[in-house]
């Protein structure tokens, strides 16, 4: 089994940045991919953004040139480094990792943007 654990989210004023952190935990060979989703109240999760592997990463068109994912493969750990945060970023941010082909999601961690 792999568990992974999210940390970072919380309160923050538009504008201003947050860091996600995930890490995965467990019985680990490899690890195909990581990313984030998000989910708004009331709405269905969606990609934020995925790192593969080898280093290439996607980005939803909502946050390019704002979130930076990047990934420290030693520490099976991955990042989220949001900046300009708009209200509209307000939701519960999922990490997730293609592990040893199967698919892990975290508990989750809520990011409010809001003054």
């Known amino acids: 089994q792999v568990q992974l654990v999210e940390s970072g989210g919380g309160l923050v004023q538009p504008g201003g940045s947050l860091r996600l952190s995930c890490a995965a935990s467990?019985?680990?060979?490899?690890?195909?991919?990581m990313g984030w989703y998000r989910q708004a109240p009331g709405k269905q999760r969606d990609l934020v953004a995925r790192?593969?592997?080898?280093?290439?990463?996607n980005y939803a068109d909502s946050v390019k040139s704002r979130f930076t994912i990047s990934r420290d493969n030693a520490k099976n750990t991955v990042y989220l480094q949001m900046n300009s945060l708009k209200p509209e970023d307000t939701a519960v941010y999922y990490c997730?990792?293609?592990?040893?082909?199967?698919?892990?999601w975290g508990k989750g961690t809520l990011v409010t943007v809001s003054s």
């Open positions: 997730t990792a293609l592990v040893d082909n199967m698919r892990y």
């Open positions: 467990g019985s680990i060979f490899i690890i195909e991919f």
């Open positions: 790192i593969d592997s080898d280093g290439s990463t």
